[in-house]
C-alpha cells in the first residue's frame, strides 16, 4: 500500500524545508510514499515564493489555498477553511507541517481536528512537525505561538537540534513522539550552492570579489515601531561607512520605510549597478534563493532577525549578529557563528566584532547538518505508518 504524504509549504522560509523531503521521496521510489505538495498562498509574490520553487527544483503546488496577506486571525482562517476542504477531498494518511509560520499552525489546527472515517488509526491524518522544539521563550513572537501549538498537537515531531527534545518534554511530549533527524535546510543550502555561484547578484552589483556586508530585517517587533527601524538603520550606517552593506527589503521593511520618512537612508537600487557601490547601505528588492546564498557565502559578515539565516551562516562560517534579544535557535550561538545584539545602537557593532573573534576562534557545524535529513525523514515517514 502507498501512503499519501500531504506536505504544507505556506511562506518563503518554509521552501527549503519542504523540499528536501520532496526529493528524497522522489529519488527513493523503493519508498512506500506518495507525495502531494500544498501552497496556502501565504506568500504569493514572485519575489518571495515562485522564484523559490524554481531556484529548489521543486514542482508548482498541485494545491495552492491562495489565502494572501491579512490579519493573523484573517490569514489563520482563510487557510484553515481551505485546508479543511482539500482534506475532506483528498484524504491523506499523514500531513507534513514544518517551521512555524502562521500556514504551519492553521493546517496543524486542522489536521488534528478533523474526522476522516477509515483513514488510519485515528480517523484523521497522522500530523508531522518538522523543526519542532525551537523556543525563544518569548510568547510576544507570532512564530513562538505557532510553535508550541503545532508541537502539542503533532502525532510525531521531527527535531533539528539536540536541544529540542528537553524542550518538548518539559511541555508534556511524550519522548517516543520526537525524532531527532537534523536540518533539512542544511540539506537545501548544500545542494544549491553550486548553483548560486551562477547567479549573476555579485556582478550586477560590482561586489565580485570585493569586501561586503549583508543585512536582512523583517520582523515586526524591529520594523514596525518607527524608532527601532531607525536605530537600526543608523546602527546599520555606521558600519557600513567602512563597507558597503546589502539590504535585500522584504516588502513589509520596505512599506515601513517609506511611511516612517526614512526613505532617504536606504535607496534601493536597479541592477544591474553602473558603479560599484564602497559604501553605504544597498537596497535591493528581495533575493532568490541562490542569489542569497551567493551573497551568503561571499559576505564578510550577516546582520539579521530571521531564523532560517542564523543556521544559514553557522553552516557556512560566516559571523552572523541576530538583531533581537533571544534565539530559538540557541545551539547557533552556543556552537555556531551568532552572535546576539540587544536593540541598541551601540551594542550591534559590539557584537558584530564578538561574531568575528568567535568565527576567528573557531566555530562548530551542529550535529546532523549534513545534507541528509531529508532522507532520515522521508525513512521516518515510512516508518511512522507501516509501524
Ligand atoms: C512570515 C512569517 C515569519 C517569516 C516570514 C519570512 C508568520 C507569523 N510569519 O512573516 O515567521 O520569517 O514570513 O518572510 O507566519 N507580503 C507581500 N508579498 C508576499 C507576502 C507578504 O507583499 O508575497 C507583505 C504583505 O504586505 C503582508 C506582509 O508582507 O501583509 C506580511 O506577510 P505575512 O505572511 O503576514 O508575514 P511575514 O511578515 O512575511
Known amino acids: 500500500m502507498s501512503v499519501q504524504v500531504l506536505l504544507v509549504a505556506g511562506a518563503r522560509p518554509n521552501y527549503m524545508k519542504v523540499a528536501p523531503i520532496y526529493w528524497a521521496v522522489r529519488e527513493n521510489r523503493a519508498l512506500p510514499l506518495r507525495l502531494e505538495l500544498l501552497h496556502t498562498g501565504q506568500h504569493y509574490d514572485e519575489s518571495m515564493s515562485g522564484s523559490f520553487f524554481r531556484d529548489l527544483d521543486l514542482p508548482e503546488p498541485s494545491i495552492n489555498l491562495g489565502v494572501g496577506s491579512g490579519s493573523h486571525a484573517a490569514q489563520t482562517a482563510k487557510v484553515m477553511t481551505g485546508f ?15 517551521g512555524d509560520v502562521n500556514s504551519t499552525a492553521a493546517c496543524a489546527l486542522v489536521t488534528a481536528k478533523i474526522q476522516l472515517d477509515g483513514v488510519g488509526r485515528l480517523g484523521r491524518p497522522l500530523l508531522v512537525h518538522v523543526e519542532a522544539g525551537l523556543r525563544s521563550r518569548d510568547r510576544r513572537m507570532p512564530e513562538e505561538v505557532n510553535r508550541v501549538v503545532t508541537d502539542a498537537i503533532s502525532d510525531a ?37 553550486a548553483a548560486a555561484e551562477g ?33 537600526l538603520l543608523d546602527a546599520l ?28 537612508r536606504v535607496a534601493v537600487l536597479r541592477r544591474p549597478v553602473r558603479q560599484a557601490p564602497r559604501r553605504g547601505i544597498v537596497g535591493l528588492e528581495p533575493l532568490s534563493y541562490v542569489e542569497m546564498l551567493q551573497a551568503l557565502r561571499a559576505t564578510q559578515f550577516v546582520l539579521t532577525d530571521s531564523g532560517g539565516i542564523q543556521e544559514e551562516t553557522t553552516a557556512l562560517g560566516v559571523p552572523c549578529v541576530t538583531l533581537r534579544e533571544n534565539t530559538e535557535r540557541p545551539v547557533t550561538v552556543l556552537e555556531g557563528t551568532n552572535v546576539l545584539a540587544p536593540l541598541e545602537r551601540r551594542a550591534i557593532p559590539a557584537a558584530l566584532d564578538d561574531a568575528r573573534r568567535k568565527v576567528a576562534g573557531g566555530v562548530r557545524i551542529p550535529e546532523l547538518w549534513d545534507g541528509r535529513a531529508g532522507e532520515r525523514i522521508a525513512t521516518a515517514l515510512a516508518e511512522l505508518v507501516e509501524g
Open 237 to 264: 550606517a555606521e558600519i557600513a561607512a567602512d563597507v558597503p552593506v546589502v539590504l535585500p527589503l522584504h516588502p513589509r521593511t520596505r512599506q515601513r520605510i517609506e511611511q516612517f520618512g526614512l526613505g532617504e
Open 157 to 193: 515531531l521531527f527535531t533539528t537540534c539536540r536541544d529540542a527534545t528537553p524542550n518538548l518534554i518539559a511541555e508534556g511530549i511524550p519522548e517516543e513522539r520526537i525524532r531527532f533527524v537534523g536540518n533539512p535546510m542544511i540539506d537545501s543550502l548544500r545542494r544549491t550552492l
Open 84 to 98: 479543511e476542504q482539500v482534506l475532506l477531498e483528498k484524504r491523506p494518511h499523514v500531513v507534513v507541517v514544518v
Open 199 to 231: 547567479s549573476t547578484l555579485l556582478d550586477d552589483l560590482g561586489l565580485r570579489g570585493r569586501a561586503f556586508g549583508l543585512c536582512t530585517l523583517h520582523r515586526p517587533s524591529n520594523v514596525d515601531v518607527p524608532e527601532i527601524l531607525e536605530m
